[in-house]
């Protein structure tokens, strides 16, 4: 029996571009699901991507997308990389920019035109072949579901997964009129945000489901606190959200297979030529120190605030500090002004992928002290890489990291240090507690070596999509 077809939409794939998680997870979970879905990943054919690189081709398949009155050209390109099947839109008013979304402080103000071709394109895709459904991330995607029922011939079933409620695609009323959408959907109930147009809106309230990237996430969200203003919204369509916790690529990110570190390794003792390595690139001293690491979003959700109130603080300890992202200028300032007074910290400014690798083969602690964290990808890939995070009790954090107090090696988890206060002080006693931790060499060794051991991949959570795909379609 031939398989059903499956559409993966996102506004980010890796190998092709990544700026974040769901890069990795538009890549590692179309692959989990291949084997009971005939799966196509479709996304945006930006500037930056190495079309030769990719073998990315035309389909020799253009159209004209008709929107609020005006038309877009668009054309259509593929490639089949490492066995997956890749669709690729290409306009020129969506994809040919500096940046995929905007600069970090704002997004480009015509977003809602860019990212409406984007969901325009994939509707005609859907309308071309048919597909039992069709899976969205993120409010890239998100008005999908309603241009569906603004349709009214798809067939196809949507499943809407949040990676991050904090981006959610508001943009001023008069986007209606620009996106086509009619009025009858500018309601509380639709897509009306405080007098604002919200793609995430669209995607929570039309989808068949809607999925968050782990549970704890996914009560998190249904409150105040974490919920971004659209905690009521989640909290009456509840019945038909899901939290599923992500994985990771088991291969593409093992530190057996890594073809960027110095020396693969398949325990913690092989860590140590990384870690010298890397030490003498960034001009740091003290290998038998521990090298504590922090890689992602200079953002305040990724506890910059925090980080940056306690690192004089944890400067003074005998250890190394090494910091990698990009983001905003005030924070990039701040962490450049505490490394020149400390020849303890490094701070490298830019998105790398093969130096974070790197980075996490060289670390011992991986720092994560996120005010809150949907899932978070970098504490599992720091884990498959023998080191122990560090990380604040909220989010995926709290489902894949458990407390080194509770250690136990018959557990199946992963271990490091959590802490549930968000207080400077909490944070440096976490940190002391690593230090500590750090000089038990033996016991030290042995949690890196359980982490490394630990089963990050989609092999049990994708069964919850299947599972859902089933329901929906049955
Ligand atoms: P986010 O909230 O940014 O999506 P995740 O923890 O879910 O955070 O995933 C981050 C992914 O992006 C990981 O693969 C991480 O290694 C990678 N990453 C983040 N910042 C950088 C950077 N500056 N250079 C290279 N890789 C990065």
Redesign the pocket.
């Known amino acids: 029996m031939s398989k059903s077809r499956l559409l993966f939409v996102a506004s980010e794939v890796?190998p092709f571009v990544?700026?974040?998680?769901?890069?990795?997870?538009a890549h590692s979970l179309p692959r989990a699901l291949s084997g009971e879905y005939d799966v196509s990943v479709v996304m945006p054919l930006y500037q930056s991507i190495e079309r030769e690189r990719f073998g990315i081709v035309s389909l020799e398949e253009g159209f004209n997308l008709f929107m609020g009155g005006i038309d877009y050209p668009v054309e259509l390109y593929g490639c089949t990389y490492e066995g997956m099947n890749y669709c690729f839109i290409y306009s020129p008013l969506l994809c040919d920019r500096e940046f995929l979304y905007g600069f970090p402080e704002r997004g480009y103000e015509d977003n809602d035109v860019r990212f409406g071709i984007f969901n325009y394109a994939v509707i005609e895709l859907l309308k071309r072949d048919l597909y039992a459904i069709v899976h969205l991330n993120d409010w890239q995607s998100a008005l999908v579901p309603l241009l569906i029922k603004q349709e009214g011939t798809i067939a196809t079933k949507s499943v809407y997964t949040i990676?991050?409620l904090a981006y959610q695609g508001n943009f001023d009323s008069s986007a209606l009129c620009k996106l086509g959408i009619s009025p009858e959907y500018f309601t509380m109930d639709g897509l009306e945000f405080h007098g604002m147009v919200s793609f995430m809106k669209s995607g929570i309230a039309y989808s068949d489901r809607v999925t968050v990237?782990s549970p704890t996430y996914a009560k998190e969200i249904l409150k105040t606190e974490f919920g971004c203003g659209l905690d009521g919204f989640l909290s009456y369509h509840r019945s038909k959200i899901s939290g599923i916790l992500?994985g990771?690529d088991r291969e593409n990110?093992s530190p057996l297979y890594d073809k960027t570190l110095v020396q693969s390794y398949g325990d913690i003792s092989g860590k140590v030529l990384n870690k010298k390595d890397f030490l003498k690139q960034l001009g740091l001293k003290g290998v038998k120190k521990p090298l504590f690491i922090f890689?992602?979003?200079f953002v305040n959700?990724?506890g910059m605030d925090l980080l940056i109130e306690t690192l004089p603080k944890m400067a003074s300890l005998e250890c190394n500090i090494a910091f990698?992202?990009?983001g905003e200028a005030r924070y990039c300032e701040s962490l450049k002004t505490i490394a020149e007074k400390h020849s303890n910290v490094h701070f490298?400014?830019?998105?790398?992928?093969?130096?974070?690798?790197r980075m996490?083969a060289a670390a011992d602690f991986l720092l994560?002290p996120?005010v809150f964290?949907?899932?978070?990808?970098?504490?599992?890939?720091a884990m498959s890489y023998g080191a122990v995070p560090v990380v604040h009790a909220v989010g995926?954090l709290v489902d894949t990291v458990r407390d080194i107090g509770k250690y136990d090696s018959e557990k199946l988890s992963g271990f490091g240090i959590v802490f549930a206060k968000f207080t400077e002080r909490a944070f440096m006693n976490a940190i002391n507690r690593a230090m500590e931790l750090y000089g038990e060499k033996r016991k030290y060794s042995e949690i890196a070596d359980h982490n490394m051991k630990c089963d990050f991949s989609w092999t049990e959570n994708v069964k919850s999509y299947l599972s859902i795909y089933k329901k929906i379609t049955r």
């Not at 990544?18 to 997870?25: E, M, N, R, S, Y």
């Not at 964290?373 to 890939?381: K, S, T, V």
Request: proline letters at 2%; aromatic letters at 8%.
């Open positions: 890796f990544k700026t974040g998680g769901l890069a990795d997870v990676h991050n990237v992500n990771i990110f890689i992602g979003r959700q990724k990698l992202g990009e490298t400014i830019g998105h790398d992928e093969m130096f974070s690798r996490y994560m996120s964290e949907p899932c978070g990808l970098n504490q599992m890939i995926g």
